[in-house]
């Protein structure tokens, strides 16, 4: 067994931990390892993964008047049920429950608190047009999950068991999400530690809970381009760390220096690393550069490599295919690769920048019009009148089109 | 103002912001920002901070009896009551509460389950030997505690106010301090980020809690020297990141690493940190190195320097301070420097290395008998039937003698 442990940490490690779906073993030998520095003494590969069939649902008796639509702000207002699943290093995954929307009732020393042992997930469920709900890459999201719960010594869960009781919850709770386009139901998957002592190691226990929140359109009057500040005296993530997670760790250190480039003017940071001022990711999305290529000419759609430090995106994944198999053909370069800030600022200069982007779940892409660098305005390609060019444009409606259905598309899951 | 609110800011991100009993001006600016960027609109500087007279106390009406001092494990027996201050971003500070120990209740969405709005502080209060209650440079906890909240966007506190609840708060529950060498109460003053919405911004609430959690000697039967791994395929710390503060953040990553190095037979990591290979930390302390100096021959105790990837230790500085005062004098140099790991395994080979500890608050100091380095163990300086070096013995009962009064010195407050 203690190759599978090792195996298993090292995998966690090195950022190559999987999910049940794609390869069960490893996720056997993490339930193992957890266990082996548990409490527990019971044999690891006898604990029980998550079983959609054993869901129950206990409904509110004091059901909720969906907000309107107009007055929706991302994330403050939530659905009637929420769904929770509590996980011990004995039992494994315990019976899935939906429940009434509800405080968490937690110990003050419960780890959570104090070292940070959570990790979230960010995805949409929406109406089409037939009033069918679809999820979009499911399986992306569950993988990343299992992913950043095995970094940080959380459980990871069958991802495919976790899908289906998600799909459970949004059929519920499903007159919540708005029927026009642009609007979806924003999904929360979040695992928390909720061992209760503060001594520092593997957590015992942990709740996977998930939380809905209906939301409209990101830029409900149009596309706005936004400004941003190029970040070199903070640093998000570093080689070795665990910046390509989505762990909470990684977030509320952001905060103090989205409020220094905000008090500038600007919407959100550009963070650059290193002496050589790489482009890494911006705000809280991944950051897309299209420009033509100094030496050849070609056009080049670049976005940063998966090194460790850069989040792995799930519209960036969508972003890269979808621009290789669209964009590859008419000619386009499609590119993971290390950009220096010096590089963006030249090609901006000699008129090479075709247009800059972030792509995240919220916003699918969000036009980048300038970007503030050692004190003089980088100018991302846009005219005056404009607030998107084109591949951000034509990206937003791909994408869209698959998320609602207009286009059939394997991504694309009708729950 | 927009100066104060850049000052603050600039501070906080330069590990600079100092608690108001040191700067009061940088606290109301610190307050002055948070302000700015939260829903409030009244002036910052009439935001009420901590007021220790407004301290209300609920009795509990089932106290427990205290455990078995033999039976004592770390941070997982608490006290009868805890200490709670509500924060908002409207109102600043609310009348600090002493309560039952109980749970908290929180909305799922809160940001402190999303996104690590956490800091947290470890002190002890101590029994002296005519039965005066002690705590032991509670003023650099605080200042650290403020270091670390206004880092992740989260409001300062009035040190001064907040050490005299916490002192009312462990005369309360003062029965369950072991009366015994070796033991005292642990206290865990945590702030929370307590907004509930989703969206990624400095938090409009807190709440800042006090648990207590009585502790036996780190080594009941005598030191006991562990041996550690020397760890460079994960880093726990980075320049321009937040290594320095005592955040939640930097400890849920740390626990894979701990667990690889367990599976090995060692009991914690010895972070090295870039090409060069500097020794940082090791675990949950800071690391202090006493060899001869390969060019002078003159002793030398050597720490990392805070150059912003090290935990300002309380027991650090306070190991340096009592080293160079009564160190110093018998010729030991004292050095905050740089040191590779490599310069640590040559002392080991030329007989140079005279020992290796840790310095933290649970054990005070707690010797190293060798680090795994490279595929060799790296000896430091104990013969094989020593557990401890002279300096770790000296230093213990330097800090334990001013911990519990035998020696008076303002470092120890009675309370």
Redesign the interface.
């Known amino acids: 067994m ?1 190759s599978l ?2 195996l298993a ?2 995998q ?2 090195t950022g190559l931990a999987m999910p049940r779906v794609l390869c069960s073993q490893n996720i056997a030998a993490s339930r193992t ?1 957890q266990r ?2 548990s409490a527990s003494t019971a044999a690891a590969s006898q604990l029980p993964d998550l079983d959609a069939s054993k869901l129950t649902i206990t409904k509110t008796t004091t059901p909720k008047e969906p907000m309107d639509s107009k007055d929706l ?4 207002y ?1 659905t009637d049920h ?1 769904l929770s699943v509590e996980w011990t290093a004995t039992d494994g995954w315990h019976a899935p429950r939906i429940v009434p ?9 419960t780890c ?7 990790c ?1 997930e960010g995805m949409k469920a929406y109406k089409d047009s037939t009033g069918g709900i679809r999820l979009f890459r499911p399986n992306k999201n569950m993988e990343r999950l299992n992913k950043s719960s ?4 959380l459980p990871t869960v069958d991802g495919d068991a976790l899908t289906k009781i998600i799909g459970e919850f949004v059929k519920l709770d499903s007159r919540f999400i708005p029927d026009a386009r642009g609007y979806s139901l ?1 999904l ?1 998957p ?1 695992m ?2 909720t061992q209760k ?6 957590p015992g226990s942990a709740l996977l ?1 998930v ?1 809905a ?1 209906p939301v409209g359109p990101y830029y409900p009057t149009g596309f706005k381009a936004i400004s941003l500040e190029a970040t ?4 998000r993530a ?5 910046g390509d997670k989505k ?14 480039a ?2 500038r003017g600007f919407q959100q940071n550009l963070w650059l690393f290193g002496e050589e001022e790489y482009v890494t990711e911006v705000g ?1 999305m991944n950051l897309f550069i299209a420009l033509k290529n100094k030496e050849t000419g070609q056009k080049e759609l670049i976005t940063a490599p998966l090194d460790g430090t850069i989040l792995e995106g799930v519209t960036r994944d969508s972003v890269l295919t979808l621009a290789r198999e669209r964009l590859g053909p008419k000619g386009w370069n499609i590119s993971e690769r290390k950009i220096r800030m010096s590089e963006v600022a030249e090609a901006s200069e000699e008129g090479r920048l075709i247009e800059v982007f972030g792509a995240g779940t919220a916003a699918i892409v969000s036009p980048v019009r300038n970007i503030s660098y050692r004190g003089k305005m980088v100018e991302c390609g846009l005219k005056e009148d404009e607030e998107a060019g084109e591949i951000a444009l034509q990206m937003k409606n791909w994408i869209e089109g698959i998320q609602y259905g207009d286009e059939k598309n394997p991504w694309s899951v009708v729950i």
């Open positions: 203690k442990h090792q940490r090292r966690a490690l390892w082996a520095f702000v991302f994330g403050k939530f929420m929307y509800q405080n968490l009732s937690l110990d003050p020393a959570v608190f104090h070292y940070a042992f959570e979230f095995a970094r940080i010594a924003y929360r979040t928390i530690g002592t503060l001594g520092v190691g593997p809970y939380i929140s070199d005296y903070a640093v570093w080689p070795g760390g665990v762990l909470g760790a990684n977030y509320a250190p952001c905060i103090l220096p989205q409020l220094e905000a008090s809280t």
